[in-house]
């Protein structure tokens, strides 16, 4: 095996599903499962700012999400607010910088102002990124980049339409890892995730702990990544990389 294909992800994007069904698993409500996941997303932040990931991007709410039962909506929205002001200072004091990545218009001023005080507090940090994608969807960040474009008269490429992108700032994911089961990505970076290596794991995401994440490294670092070549390519570019 490559010392390339043994890397370290430097970017890692999971869909966090399952936090109801770990709720009605133990007789708890919804929102109990929610806030266990809030417990798993900070010991994920923290594990993979230890094994060197540089870019960690999170589906937390959907533009589909909606259309959930509306206390359950209520309670994400206000879970949201309180998880900013417990999280915030020690995500700064660990050197993560926040972005948050979604449609604004729709959430209420106080979340919209919670989301923007909570990103220029971290603006400085440089360790690690953490993408939080709120109100998000992959059909709507290839449209409003395509809207963006359009509005400034800009011609339409691959170029022009990855810069205007949301997620423009980090580069693509490496690896997409979703818990629950499911084996879809339900609407999830669907541009950025052409050659994304797919994860599929059982654990519902509160379950989803340190040595977790480890077997979804461990299963990327086994893989090679060809971006069109063929193998022998690949091995060659490889080992002229190590002789260099």
Not at 10 to 20: F, P
Not at 81 to 95: C, F, H, I, M, Y
Not at 104 to 131: C, I, P
Request: glycine letters at 8%; aromatic letters at 8%; a positive charge.
């Amino acid at each position: 095996m490559s010392e390339s294909s043994k890397a370290v992800p430097r970017h890692v994007a999971i869909v966090m599903d399952g936090n109801g069904r770990w709720a009605h698993k133990r007789l708890l409500p919804r929102l109990a499962g929610h806030r266990q996941g809030v417990e798993s997303l900070r010991r994920c932040v923290r594990a993979c700012a230890e094994r060197g990931v540089a870019v960690l991007t999170v589906f937390a709410f959907s533009s589909e999400n909606w259309n959930r039962p509306q206390d359950e909506v209520s309670g994400l929205m206000g879970m949201m607010a309180k998880a900013l002001a417990r999280e915030v200072p020690q995500l700064s004091r660990d050197g993560v910088r926040l972005y948050f990545v979604g449609e604004r218009a729709g959430l209420s001023d106080s979340v919209q102002a919670g989301l923007a005080q909570a990103q220029a507090a971290t603006a400085h940090n440089d360790r690690m990124v953490l993408n939080v994608c709120f109100n998000y969807g992959g059909r709507w960040d290839i449209a409003q980049a395509a809207a963006r474009l359009a509005a400034r008269g800009e011609p339409i490429t691959e170029q022009s339409l990855h810069a205007a992108m949301a997620m423009a700032h980090v580069p693509d994911p490496d690896l997409i890892i979703r818990t629950g089961g499911e084996q879809r990505i339900s609407n999830f970076l669907l541009w950025q995730a052409a050659y994304s290596e797919l994860y599929f794991s059982d654990r519902l995401w509160p379950d989803f702990d340190e040595a977790a994440l480890d077997e979804a490294l461990a299963c990327y670092g086994a893989r090679e990544r060809r971006f069109g070549r063929t193998s022998a390519q690949v091995q060659q570019a490889a080992g002229h990389a190590l002789r260099a």
